[in-house]
């Protein structure tokens, strides 16, 4: 199992996940033409695409995707919310498994915010496996109650710490990003909690430019995991 990092970020987030029988996409929050540009214009060999939540960040493409030929799996929610229809959506729910393409899809809830308006925002991430290896996918949620283990790739949207935390943000924006996104202190919580042990690689991901620290959070997450830890 092979996960990639297209694009990460507010302005748009795509990533790949590649195992032996299939591949899947993770978001579509980037333009079709950059998507088709990223996957070498070979989207007939996407299984299909796992969109998180609604914000256009990770989902402005979806349209663009499913006229491709891309199945897309999503909350029901996320659906009406970016009135996406037809026969390429597949209506996906918390905490019940399915399978798509040789892997096994476990859509796990996020604790997400809407930064703006304070609105709470129905999303999942996923705990993917093909058998073999297994993958935490888990973006926009400040923060996790759930453990798990046997886990090979960890994907992580970690968008801030308290200690390279903008001074001037506002207090009301500071409030609503404690309850939107994942801190580094979080995060480093959630690896301890979970076993580790088989574990080879962790993502971090949806790093805020004004309020991340790449090097920092990386050496952090390398201190408390023991674990090559890439940033993106």
Do not use: W
């Not at 970020?9 to 980037?30: D, F, M, P």
């Not at 200690?163 to 009301?172: E, M, R, S």
Request: net charge positive; hydrophobic share 40%; with cysteine.
């Amino acid at each position: 199992m092979e996960f990639i990092s297209f694009y990460s970020g507010s302005s748009g987030n795509l990533y790949q996940l590649k195992g032996n029988s299939g591949n899947l996409l993770i978001e579509a929050g980037v333009p079709i033409n950059k998507i088709k540009k990223a996957l070498d214009f070979k989207l007939s060999g996407v299984s299909a695409c796992l969109i998180s939540h609604q914000h256009l960040d990770h989902a402005k493409a979806v349209h663009g995707i499913a006229k491709a030929g891309v199945d897309c799996y999503m909350l029901k929610e996320t659906a009406q919310a970016l009135k996406f229809e037809g026969h390429r959506l597949h209506v996906i729910e918390p905490l019940r498994q399915f399978k798509v393409s040789g892997f096994s899809v476990l859509p796990i809830p996020i604790n997400h915010e809407d930064v703006r308006t304070g609105e709470r925002v129905p999303g999942v991430g996923f705990l993917i496996s093909d058998g073999v290896d297994k993958l935490f996918f888990y973006i926009d949620s400040f923060y996790c109650k759930y453990r798990f283990s046997g886990l090979s790739i960890i994907a992580l949207g970690v968008n801030y710490s308290k200690q390279t935390l903008d001074p001037d943000l506002n207090t009301a924006r500071k409030k609503r990003l404690y309850r939107s996104h994942m801190s580094l202190e979080n995060a480093i919580k959630l690896l301890k909690a979970n076993d580790l042990s088989k574990v080879r690689e962790i993502h971090l991901l949806h790093l805020s430019k004004d309020n991340a620290d790449p090097d920092y959070f990386k050496s952090e997450v390398m201190k408390a995991s023991g674990k090559p830890t890439y940033c993106h």
